[in-house]
T-cell receptor, first 113, second 113 residues
C-alpha cells in the first residue's frame, strides 16, 4: 500500500533561517504527493501538490517541494521561515483507488526568535 | 463564506454512550471524508463518501457509523463499540474528484470520561 514516512517528529529553526522537512514515499508508480499544514487545534490546509510534470512545485505561503524519484522523496522547503510558520506539517500520498489520502505522522515545527 | 463546519468543537462523553459529530459543507463537493487524529499518529481514515447515499469504510471503521442522506452533510457516530474513542476528529471534502485537494473543518475533540 502507498505510504509516506516523515523521519523528523520535531524540527526547530530560527526565524529567518531556511527550512527543509523530509518526506519519503513508498509507491511503485508515480505517486500523487501532497503537503498539508495544521495550526494548533485547527484543520489542515493544502500547501502544495505534485501529480506529474515539473518536479519542483510551488505552493502557498512561500513553500516549495521537490519530487525526487531516485530518492523516493518529496521534501518541503522554505528559504526563510517566519514565526507564523510554526505548525504541524503532514506529507500525504494518494491511494491506488484514487480515493482519500494516506498521511504521514507529521513533523512539528518550532520557530525560535 | 464557503467551508466545512464541524460541531461541536469539544465534546465529553461517558463510556457506553453513542455520540454524533456533525459535518456540514456548502462547497458543493461530492466527496467527503472522516479522519481521526491521535498525537504522533497522523491522520487515519474512518469513512468516506463519494456521493449521496453511498459510503465506504476506511482503515479504522470499527466502532463508527456514518450516513450521507444529503450532499451537504456527513455525520459521524462514535458508538459504544469503539474501544478508544478519545481523539480529534476531522471532516473534509474534496474539491475535484480524486484530486486529493481536501478542505478540512476545524475538527471536533471528543473526550470519553
Amino acid at each position: 500500500a502507498q505510504s509516506v514516512t516523515q523521519p523528523d517528529i520535531h524540527i526547530t529553526v530560527s526565524e529567518g533561517a531556511s527550512l527543509e522537512l523530509r518526506c519519503n514515499y513508498s509507491y511503485g508508480a508515480t505517486p500523487y504527493l501532497f503537503w498539508y499544514v495544521q495550526s494548533p487545534g485547527q484543520g489542515l490546509q493544502l500547501l502544495l501538490k505534485y501529480f506529474s510534470g515539473d518536479t519542483l512545485v510551488q505552493g502557498i505561503k512561500g513553500f516549495e517541494a521537490e519530487f525526487k524519484r531516485s530518492q523516493s522523496s518529496f521534501n518541503l522547503r522554505k528559504p526563510s521561515v517566519h514565526w507564523s510558520d510554526a505548525a504541524e506539517y503532514f506529507c500525504a500520498v494518494g491511494r491506488n483507488s484514487g480515493y482519500a489520502l494516506n498521511f504521514g505522522k507529521g513533523t512539528s515545527l518550532l520557530v525560535t526568535p | 463564506d464557503g467551508g466545512i463546519t464541524q460541531s461541536p468543537k469539544y465534546l465529553f462523553r461517558k463510556e457506553g454512550q453513542n455520540v454524533t459529530l456533525s459535518c456540514e459543507q456548502n462547497l458543493n463537493h461530492d466527496a467527503m471524508y472522516w479522519y481521526r487524529q491521535d498525537p504522533g499518529q497522523g491522520l487515519r481514515l474512518i469513512y468516506y463518501s463519494q456521493i449521496v447515499n453511498d459510503f465506504q469504510k476506511g482503515d479504522i471503521a470499527e466502532g463508527y457509523s456514518v450516513s450521507r442522506e444529503k450532499k451537504e452533510s456527513f455525520p459521524l457516530t462514535v458508538t459504544s463499540a469503539q474501544k478508544n474513542p478519545t481523539a480529534f476528529y476531522l471532516c473534509a471534502s474534496e474539491g475535484r474528484a480524486n484530486s486529493g485537494e481536501l478542505f478540512f473543518g476545524e475538527g471536533s475533540r471528543l473526550t470519553v470520561l
